[in-house]
């Protein structure tokens, strides 16, 4: 149990497009959920919190305004790139939490902004 | 504010051999869990273990189990009999447990463990 995916696991896109990531808790119902973005041999930023039906909560530095999350549904949340840059390229991990302590994690997606 | 500190980069071990990463955190909270997560090159993150802090006994899930120091705020990872799939990066986390919505991890910078063969 307690299955997240996430879509695309990888996706190359131009600079100056939009890019969207899809994160699913595919067997749980998740009301928070957390966007990463992890460098290589790095640890893994979080970028902003996702609760179901409101707006996410961004952590300091991250632009907000670029990196657009939408929670619409407990299963579903998306985080769209706007606008990327090569800068944006990176490695996206989302997680979801189904009991209070615990986030289960998606696999991860690159993003390679050409 | 928390912190979460590896003082490990890098590690190595033999196969079947013990090894055991440190990690210790600051916090002035009494309620919080310490987790023991683990990405392999596939860079899905798997948890390993998990302590809850006011669990005095420390927890342990087969092959992995950690020494959780609470007043010295210390929070190792065990690992027995290390197999080649152990090879991986291994963070520990930090989470407020009384935090409502804003359960957000605290993470370590990591310690890249490989088991030789």
């Known amino acids: 149990g307690a299955v997240v995916s996430q879509h695309p696991s990888r996706v190359i896109c131009k600079s100056g497009t939009s890019v969207k990531i899809e994160c699913r808790s595919l067997?749980?119902?998740?009301?928070?959920m957390f966007w990463y973005r992890q460098f290589p041999k790095q640890s893994l930023m979080l970028m902003a919190t996702s609760n179901e039906g409101s707006k996410a909560t961004y952590e300091q530095g991250v632009e907000k305004d670029k990196f657009l999350i939408n929670h619409a549904s407990l299963t579903l949340s998306t985080l769209t790139v706007t606008s990327a840059h090569p800068e944006d390229s990176s490695f996206y991990i989302c997680s979801a939490t189904g009991t209070p302590y615990e986030q289960y994690f998606g696999p991860g997606t690159r993003l390679t902004v050409t | 504010a928390q912190t979460v500190t590896q003082s490990q980069p890098e590690m190595s071990v033999q196969e079947a051999e013990t090894v055991t990463l440190s990690c210790t955190y600051d916090t002035s909270e009494n309620n919080y869990y310490l987790f023991w997560y683990k990405q392999p090159p596939s860079r899905q993150m798997i948890l390993v273990i998990r302590q809850e802090a006011y669990k005095q006994q420390n927890a342990t899930e087969n092959r992995f189990s950690v020494n959780f120091q609470k007043a010295a705020k210390s929070f190792s990872l065990k690992i027995s009999d290390s197999q080649l799939g152990d090879t991986a990066m291994y963070f520990c986390a930090f989470m407020i447990s009384n935090a409502g919505n804003n359960r957000k991890l605290i993470w370590g910078l990591g310690t890249s463990l490989a088991v030789n063969p």
């Open positions: 067997d749980f119902q998740a009301t928070t």
